[in-house]
C-alpha cells in the first residue's frame, strides 16, 4: 500500500467467491485499512455496499449468480464514483475494454501479491481523500449559504467597486425590495440604503482600511415606512475572486422603541406626561454652560391641591395636577422646558428669553387658566407664578431661588386678597 505502516481511514468490501482468496485479501489489508467487509458473490455484494457503503471495492470476476462487471456496472448506478478494484487473471483486451466501459478503477492480477494490492488500494485512497475534501468543501459552502439565507440579519455581498452582487432573504424582507431590483446597484446608491448617511466615501475607506465600520442608522423601507438598523461594513478576502466586503444590517427597531420608551419613562411625570424633576435639573445644568442666554425661569404652584386631596379624594386632586399642566403646556413655546417637580410644583426652563417673554408667557398662563375655568365642571385650576431671569451660568442657581421667593409671595398675595390668610409666609401645608 504505502510506504509507511499507518492505517488508512477506509473501509473495504472484499467480493469473492473463494473463501480462501477471501482470507487472503483480509489478511493483507487488515492492518492497512480500518474495515473490511466480505460477500460471496456480486448479488450480495450489492446488497453489503448498500448497507455499508465502503470507500473501495474489491471483487473477483468470474462468480456465481452474478459477476465481478455486473456487480460494478449496478453499484456505479447507485454510486457512480465509487472506487472499485478488479482481481483477475484475464488480460485479453475485450475484457480490459469491458471492464473499462463499466467503470473499473485498478486491476490486480493473480496470484495476488501484497504489493500489487496495496498499491491499487493506496491509488483508490487518493482519490477517496480528494472526494472527500470535495464534499466537506462543497457541504462547507452550503452550510454558509444556508447561514446567509437563514440569518437573522440582512446581508449583502459587494465587490471592491461597490456594486451589490448579493443579497440573502432576509434583506429583502427587511428592505422591501427584491434580489433582483438590488443586485448589480451600486451599494452607495443604493435604494435601500440611500438618503440614510451622507458619508459612505469614509464609510467605504474605513472598511477598504481593515477596519470594520458600525452604527446604528435609520433607513426607509420600499414601503415607505422607517426602521432602525444596526450597520456594519467589513472587508474580506475571497480567494481567486479577491477582496470583498460585506454589508449586514441588524433590525433593532423594536429595540430602539422599547430604549425610547425607557428614555420616556425615565425623563417624564406619569400623571402629566410633562418633563421630571430629574430632567429638568439636568437641562439647568447643560443650560448653565451652554450660550442660550438669557435664560428665564418660572415656577409655578397649584393653590389649594391639599384641601382638594382632603376633601375630593386623590382622583380629583389628580385630575386638578393634570389640568394645571395643559395650561402650562399650552402657554409656552415650543422649545421651553416644562416640567413637573414636585407635587403640586411645576417649573418652566425658558431659553434666549428675558423678562418681557417671561412676562408675556404668564400672561397667556393666566389666559388659558381663565378659559379652563370655565368650562371646567366645578373644580377650578389657580396658579401661583414666580420668574426670575439669569444673563450667565453663574446666576442660574440664583434665579431659581429667586423665582420660588416670588411665586411663594404671588401665593401669598392672592390668599390676603380673598381673607383667607393673615399676613405672614404660611403654605397649602401649614409650613411657615
Request: proline fraction near 2%; aromatic fraction near 6%; include cysteine.
Amino acid at each position: 500500500m504505502a510506504t509507511d505502516n499507518h492505517q488508512r481511514d477506509i473501509s473495504v468490501l472484499c467480493v469473492d467467491d473463494d473463501e480462501h482468496n477471501r482470507k487472503i485479501i483480509g489478511l493483507m489489508l487488515e492492518s492497512k485499512v480500518t474495515a473490511v467487509h466480505y460477500a460471496k458473490n456480486g448479488a450480495e455484494g450489492i446488497e453489503v455496499y448498500g448497507d455499508v457503503k465502503p470507500d473501495i471495492v474489491i471483487t473477483d470476476i468470474m462468480m456465481p449468480v452474478m459477476s465481478g462487471l455486473e456487480m460494478t456496472r449496478r453499484i456505479r448506478e447507485i454510486n457512480p464514483k465509487a472506487n472499485i478494484i478488479v482481481v483477475t487473471a484475464f488480460s485479453s483486451i475485450d475484457f480490459l475494454t469491458e471492464a473499462i466501459d463499466v467503470g473499473v478503477n485498478q486491476f490486480v492480477t493473480k496470484p495476488i501479491k501484497s504489493q500489487s494490492l496495496h498499491r491499487a488500494v493506496e491509488r483508490c485512497y487518493e482519490s477517496v481523500v480528494t472526494e472527500r475534501m470535495l464534499r466537506d468543501q462543497h457541504d462547507r459552502i452550503s452550510l454558509l449559504s444556508r447561514a446567509l439565507e437563514e440569518s437573522p440579519s440582512a446581508v449583502a455581498i459587494v465587490t471592491c467597486g461597490g456594486t451589490i452582487e448579493y443579497v440573502n432573504r432576509k434583506f429583502s424582507d427587511l428592505t422591501g425590495w427584491d434580489a433582483q431590483e438590488l443586485i448589480g446597484e451600486d451599494v452607495r446608491a443604493a435604494k435601500p440604503l440611500k438618503g440614510a448617511t451622507d458619508n459612505w466615501e469614509q464609510i467605504w475607506d474605513a472598511a477598504a482600511a481593515g477596519t470594520t465600520w458600525e452604527a446604528e442608522i435609520q433607513f426607509k423601507r420600499k414601503g415607505g415606512d422607517n426602521y432602525w438598523g444596526r450597520t456594519k461594513l467589513a472587508s474580506f478576502f475571497a480567494g481567486d475572486y479577491g477582496c470583498k466586503y460585506i454589508l449586514m444590517i441588524e433590525d433593532i427597531t423594536d429595540q430602539k422603541r422599547f430604549e425610547e420608551e425607557l428614555h420616556y419613562i425615565a425623563n417624564h411625570d406619569a400623571l402629566t406626561g410633562l418633563y421630571n424633576r430629574g430632567f429638568f435639573e439636568e437641562e439647568l445644568r447643560r443650560l448653565a454652560s451652554g450660550r442660550a442666554f438669557p435664560v428665564s425661569i418660572i415656577l409655578a404652584d397649584i393653590d389649594g391641591l391639599k384641601q382638594v386631596n382632603d376633601t375630593l379624594g386623590h382622583d380629583a386632586g389628580d385630575r386638578l395636577i393634570q389640568r394645571a399642566a395643559q395650561i402650562l403646556l399650552d402657554s409656552f413655546r415650543t422649545e421651553d422646558i416644562v416640567a413637573r417637580i414636585g407635587g403640586d410644583e411645576f417649573a418652566v426652563l425658558l431659553p434666549d428669553a428675558d423678562e418681557e417673554v417671561v412676562s408675556n408667557a404668564c400672561t397667556r398662563g393666566l389666559r388659558c387658566q381663565e378659559h379652563l375655568n370655565e368650562s371646567n365642571d366645578g373644580l377650578p385650576v389657580n396658579l401661583s407664578f414666580g420668574t426670575a431671569t439669569a444673563y450667565i451660568g453663574g446666576e442660574l442657581t440664583a434665579a431659581l431661588k429667586l423665582a420660588d421667593e416670588r411665586m411663594y409671595g404671588d401665593k401669598l398675595q392672592r390668599k390676603m386678597r380673598i381673607g383667607t390668610l393673615s399676613p405672614g409666609r404660611q403654605t397649602d401645608d401649614g409650613a411657615s
